[in-house]
């Protein structure tokens, strides 16, 4: 288990040991076997572990293309974070028995990356945060309850080519069904020691799962794998998977599920708070310190995070004003129907992906395609998302764009949000690490979201230099849609849980600031139960910002953007610390 309830083995040749030196070829024969047999050890640790990790969260495997136990989902009962805690002081212990200097550079940016990890287990997991993590199990936007459809979807993520898939769509509904008794057990416990969710969160769940049990089973996202089976299936097995498939879902999940709506409506709902702040809870002052670093991977305190959020603010309000000036009432074009925005999506990557070998040393070799959300989803997602392709190609990266209610509400496209969601920012991040197998697994898909949210907020801005925000329609859009959203988290998010604002006061804020009365409404519920993840764009990006300011003073005319940013993704997420030593490493090589 990696965070919440929410979570979801190769090796590196021993020779990456001596990438970082061509001194390290001049070593005596005892200097290199030492080196190698650290690095040889520090790959054993990293295969167990990732070994290890994946039997305890075989749906993590899921999202890496293996499913060797697609039957399976898991443990989410409090036994598993217990299983989490050991596991990484194991873990921290052998790396301690490593000679980091012996290593290559890449593999002491490997040591640093893994022992940052498990130590992020133990805060997780320590006495004064569990009980939090335990006590809130899912909420309105994250928990198995909302991506679990996909797992039903052909062709978006599990596997249903043979008999065996489906038999193991089968064991998988059978396990949701354990895990919904798990989190309700959970939610139990923590409403018992006074830690629950705020109402609001809980009546949105409410809403969500009537939406999933209230339509006939034929048209439940659920039905899907048996109304597209492959031609690989015959008809005597297919009348026999329906019937087995109609019998799991009537008897088995849509029960569970319905067990779990009633639960929160009968019981749980009253227990919950009608207070919004993560300090509300028992233990919430460190429960949000934890999620401050944990999501930011700085040891800031709120107050910084606010400060720096109202200088931002008012920064980009200077250049809204003064793009406002400029655009002279212009808007952009908007579209009625879910296929007209996919072709104008299309048309923005047409601008955009031309022109990455002008910021790029290289580009991902998975396909980037580009999909509205399934219907079953459309209402609750953002704007725009990604979902990484596999490394052998057989399924794309997606840029996911909302389409709900699009007569109505009209929507239209933006280049900094594919450039966000899209190239250069989500699928080369993922991809680049993804696609490289020189990278232990844990790096290749793990992450952190100050670095992979951060990523994406600068890579909106290489919209500047490429010349995509010259009209400055597309500039507002990305300081309005982009930098603004961003720079408004800090202060709201900061303001709710730590600086006593109510939730009426947030979204005036963000009102004030440009966003829609609507927009501040559901995206203050989403900042109310995913404290500090909100903080994690605008402090990466600007972490990133500053490093390439330091690295263009340092380097001059020495100073390539393309070689800067091979640097900052060529070893997948990382935390922000190990990032900036790595980048100022880079600067002291001469930016080689």
């Given at each position: 288990m990696t965070t919440t309830f929410t979570r979801v083995a190769s090796a590196i040749a021993i020779a990456c040991a001596t990438l970082s030196a061509p001194a390290a070829l001049a070593q005596e024969?005892?200097?290199?076997?030492s080196d190698a047999a650290a690095a040889a050890a520090l790959h054993v640790l990293f295969e167990r572990s990732e070994a290890a990790m994946l039997d305890r969260n075989p749906v993590t495997a899921f999202f890496r293309g293996d499913f060797s136990d697609a039957d399976r989902m898991g443990d989410y009962s409090p036994a598993s974070y217990?299983?989490?805690?050991?596991?990484a002081q194991v873990n921290l212990a052998e790396l301690a028995t490593i000679d980091r200097a012996a290593l290559g550079e890449t593999d002491r940016i490997a040591y640093d990356v893994f022992e940052y990890t498990q130590q992020r287990t133990l805060a997780q997991t320590a006495p004064d945060v569990l009980p939090t993590v335990l006590a809130l199990p899912i909420d309105h936007f994250r928990g198995l309850h909302v991506f679990y459809p996909r797992f039903s979807a052909p062709g978006a993520l599990m596997p249903y080519d043979t008999v065996q898939d489906y038999e193991n769509n089968f064991s998988r509904h059978r396990a949701m069904a354990e895990i919904i008794d798990q989190a309700i057990a959970r939610f139990r416990t923590g409403a018992a020691q006074g830690i629950t969710l705020p109402r609001m969160s809980v009546e949105l769940m409410i809403e969500q799962l009537d939406l999933q049990t209230g339509a006939p089973i034929e048209q439940s996202p659920y039905w899907a794998p048996v109304a597209n089976f492959p031609d690989s299936i015959d008809e005597a097995e297919r009348a026999r998977l329906t019937q087995q498939h109609r019998e799991v879902l009537t008897g088995t999940l849509m029960p569970a599920l319905q067990k779990l709506r009633d639960y929160l409506a009968s019981e749980y709902l009253a227990q919950s708070r009608t207070s919004i702040a993560a300090t509300d809870n028992p233990?919430?002052?460190?429960?949000?310190?934890?999620?401050?670093?944990?999501?930011?991977t700085l040891p800031l305190t709120a107050q910084q995070i606010h400060d720096t959020g109202l200088a931002e603010v008012a920064r980009i309000n200077a250049a809204i004003d003064a793009a406002e000036a400029e655009a002279g009432g212009r808007t952009g074009a908007t579209y009625t129907s879910k296929a007209d925005l996919q072709a104008a999506w299309y048309e923005v990557a047409e601008q955009v992906d031309p022109l990455m070998d002008e910021v790029f040393l290289r580009q991902p070799e998975t396909e980037l395609r580009i999909e509205p959300y399934e219907p079953y989803r459309e209402k609750f997602s953002l704007a725009a998302s990604y979902m990484a392709g596999k490394a052998d190609g057989s399924r794309p990266g997606t840029f996911y764009f909302s389409g709900y209610n699009v007569a109505e509400r009209e929507l239209g496209t933006s280049i900094s949000l594919y450039m966000h969601e899209g190239n250069p920012g989500h699928h080369f991040q993922s991809m680049f690490a993804i696609e490289n197998e020189d990278l232990p697994e844990f790096m290749r898909y793990g992450g952190f979201t100050a670095f992979s949210e951060g990523w994406g907020l600068y890579a909106e801005s290489l919209g500047y230099e490429l010349g995509l925000y010259d009209d400055p329609v597309e500039r507002l859009k990305a300081l309005e849609g982009g930098e603004m959203l961003r720079a408004v988290r800090l202060v709201v998010d900061t303001g709710m849980h730590a600086l006593g604002w109510s939730r009426e006061q947030a979204i005036e804020y963000m009102v004030a600031n440009g966003a829609a009365r609507d927009f501040a409404e559901s995206e203050s519920a989403r900042y109310i139960v995913m404290p500090a993840q909100a903080l994690a764009y605008k402090t990466g990006e600007l972490k990133i910002k500053q490093l390439r300011a330091r690295a263009e003073a340092a380097l001059g005319e020495d100073?390539?953007?393309?070689a800067f940013h091979?640097?900052?993704l060529n070893t997948g997420d990382i935390p922000l610390p190990v990032l900036e030593a790595k980048i100022d490493a880079w600067i002291a090589g001469g930016g080689q």
């Open positions: 024969p005892a200097a290199e076997a217990a299983a989490d805690r050991a596991a233990g919430g002052e460190a429960y949000y310190a934890y999620r401050i670093e944990d999501n930011t100073f390539d953007v393309r091979e640097q900052v």
